[in-house]
């Protein structure tokens, strides 16, 4: 299994970039997708999930409203849309897969993990 994360990058306040991670290996519809960041000194915590089916949607309230988490099933790939970033978003972002049906805002109920793609946001 490969989760290929890419699409950070260095931006500035304000601004907006889409994160892509594309997957590789596994059942992708059968498995629930995850968006996961870690800044320097904190832990890993949770960004935003999205159902097998792409029905459902949860976000950190962090995010809420500027982000956007969507999965393409032809091609494998979930995405991050990430709009008005603030430099508190600063972080290695990391997609993650779960292969049961009730979506997890918990590190621990995932499977597998992707390598991670810097996001940096300048004042």
């Known amino acids: 299994v490969q989760l290929q994360a890419y699409g950070g990058g260095l931006v500035q306040a304000g601004g907006s970039l889409r994160l892509s991670c594309a997957a590789s290996?596994?059942?992708?519809?059968?498995?629930?997708m995850g968006w996961f960041r870690q800044a320097p000194g904190k832990e890993r915590e949770f960004v935003a999930v999205i159902s097998r089916g792409a029905g459902s949607t949860t976000y950190a309230d962090s995010v809420k409203g500027r982000f956007t988490i969507s999965r393409d099933s032809a091609k494998n790939t979930v995405y991050l849309q990430m709009n008005s970033l603030k430099t508190e978003d600063t972080a290695v972002y990391y997609c993650a897969a779960r292969a049961l049906a009730v979506v997890s805002r918990s590190t621990a109920g995932y499977s597998y993990w992707g390598q991670g793609t810097q996001v940096t946001v300048s004042s």
């Open positions: 290996g596994l059942s992708f519809s059968s498995h629930s």
